[in-house]
């Protein structure tokens, strides 16, 4: 007696099912690894914020080479040119990465450099409000009174010289910059003896700060007399503002000029 075989419907579906699976797996391409790859790196470039600010040209690039790839291998499984546009787009991420980079680099240097600037800036004001001194367009100017000497003298007085320390301080500081020192008188006495008298007070300026270690190259001394008042010379104040010694600080280059000599009178 012949065994009798039955097909069961629900074997012959299971059957039928693997059957599709195997020609549906068949009929797929396989993943290509080097592309998968690519796809993820330039994911990661795209997802950057300072890639996507800084290098849009380059990633545009990049993302265009991978369209291309993945058409590529859709359409003919190429490997050869798949790999090789893979590579292309790999190369123009990597290159909108290192535009970033540099660009965010030379922001941070710019950020750095204006903290800097800064910095620099309030600590030079700081030394411009201790000297007392006040900007003007040739750069800085220090006033010092008629505190430095005696009346009709051009030599300093000892308890002045305190008021010139701060002076010394600085331009040993600013190696770089130039002084121009410049006596002034009041009215009182002859015109030749204030100007003769306001170059002696200047040079006694000059000749203390060369003491204290300041280039005599930097330096130059000029006597004014009487002619540039600041104030009345009809009143007792207004003729001590009017003594004074100015010495204007720059960093520009000043032409030196050999200093005078005089001797003292009798005057103001």
């Known amino acids: 007696m ?18 599709v699976s195997v020609l549906i797996t ?3 391409p396989v993943a290509n690894m080097s592309l998968e790859r690519t796809r993820t790196d330039y994911q990661q470039a795209a997802n950057d914020p300072a890639v996507r600010a800084n290098a849009s040209a380059d990633l545009f690039a990049a993302e265009k080479l991978l369209q291309k790839a993945e058409a590529t291998w859709e ?36 950020e750095l450099s204006g903290q800097k600037d800064q910095i620099r800036l ?10 007392k001194a006040k900007k003007v367009p040739q750069g800085i100017l220090v006033t010092l009174g008629d505190v430095l000497f005696d009346t009709a003298r051009s030599n300093l007085k000892p308890g002045s010289l305190q008021n ?3 002076l010394v301080e600085y331009l040993r500081r600013h190696a770089e910059t130039r002084v121009k020192i410049e006596g002034h ?5 002859s015109a030749d003896y204030n100007a003769n008298l306001s170059q002696m007070r200047a040079e006694a300026v000059r000749n203390f700060l060369v003491t204290n270690g300041i280039s005599p190259d930097r330096i130059t001394a000029q006597g004014m007399g ?20 100015e010495v204007t600080i720059t960093d520009a280059p000043t032409a030196t000029s ?11």
């Open 185 to 189: 008188t009041d009215d009182r006495g």
């Open 26 to 28: 068949a009929c797929t």
């Open 164 to 166: 010139l320390y701060p």
């Open 2 to 19: 012949r065994p009798q075989i039955s097909f069961q419907p629900s074997r012959l579906i299971c059957i039928f099912l693997v059957l």
């Open 122 to 131: 309030q600590a030079r004001e700081a030394e411009i409000a201790k000297l």
């Open 226 to 245: 009487e002619d540039y008042p600041v104030a009345t010379n009809s009143s007792a104040a207004g003729r001590q503002q009017n003594r004074r010694v």
């Open 258 to 268: 050999p200093a005078s000599t005089g001797s003292p009178g009798s005057g103001m």
């Open 75 to 110: 359409e003919d499984d190429d490997s050869d040119e798949v790999e090789h546009l893979s590579y292309l787009t790999r190369r123009k991420v990597d290159l909108a990465r290192a535009t970033a980079s540099q660009a965010v680099s030379k922001k941070t240097f710019e």
